[in-house]
């Protein structure tokens, strides 16, 4: 595709909007749709802080635990569980279905088994 037909993005939460109306006689474009979903989903998160806080979770989700074998040092390097549940962060709801260890992120580029490199931060 050679171009996108997206309109821009107006959304400002410092002008406190709530919502967007329809007016007769004026054409219904598809930022105003947008603007009113933006409006919408970042009331959603903000009430979510409010309520959960910056963070949280209801299952312990995303808590960190020992490989099976005890321990997070290996001769691999850095490794440890990361539980399958739900965490609220800033407000967004992240899940995760499994069980899935730091090296071996589903959704991470995979080092190669003799890397022994861990990203640092």
Do not use: C
């Not at 598809?30 to 603007?35: A, I, L, R, S, V």
């Amino acid at each position: 595709m050679g171009s996108y037909d997206i309109s821009r993005i107006n959304f400002d939460p410092a002008k406190h909007y709530a919502s967007v109306r329809m007016q007769q006689g004026r054409v219904l474009t598809d930022d105003d749709w947008n603007e009113n979903e933006r409006i919408d989903a970042e009331d959603k998160r903000s009430t979510q802080v409010d309520i959960i806080g910056a963070f949280g979770s209801p299952d312990d989700g995303f808590k960190i635990a020992p490989l099976a074998g005890g321990g997070i040092a290996g001769p691999d390097g850095i490794d440890f569980t990361i539980k399958a549940g739900t965490m609220y962060l800033g407000g967004l709801r992240l899940l995760l279905h499994a069980d899935e260890t730091y090296r071996l992120q589903h959704d991470w580029l995979q080092l190669a088994a003799d890397a022994g490199a861990v990203p640092e931060g």
